[in-house]
């Protein structure tokens, strides 16, 4: 169950759900691909030096590796991140054992603010910013849909 689901209010209704985007695999799906390139290319290499050879693979091994951890970061930052916005507030939790948390009533919000780079407007991702009154401000990054998500928080 969502942790969303847990503290909503009574008469409260959930109306958007985002978290993090899919294109944080891309940097980790990248080095596999290098690795793949390079142990394809490894073959010809072993005709060669010894050394050669043992400095292909431990490319390889380590494009593999350095990949596979990003993947798994980025797998567990999407299973941790949870982004909603309920018809009376905004609902950010980021972490599993450790929770950070923040609870913003749409009354109290200021702005939405996006920020999105050419790759992140043609994947749909960016950084949000949201400002509260007073001096409250909080910031999620690599958000999915973060237009969709700022449309739901200023229409309440």
Known sequence: MRYVDHVLQPGETIRYVTGMS????????????VAIVLLVEIAPWSQDSP???LGGWIAVMAAFLVGTALLIKHWWHRFAVEIAVTNRRVVYKEGFVRRHTFEMQLDKVESVEVEQSVLGRLL??????????????????????????RNHVTAG
């Open 22 to 33: 899919w294109a944080g695999f891309l940097p980790g799906l990248f080095l596999w691909l």
């Open 51 to 53: 050394a050669l050879k």
């Open 124 to 149: 749909n991702y960016g950084d949000i910013t949201i400002r509260g009154t007073g001096e409250t401000m909080e910031r999620a990054e690599m958000i999915d849909r973060p237009i969709e998500f």
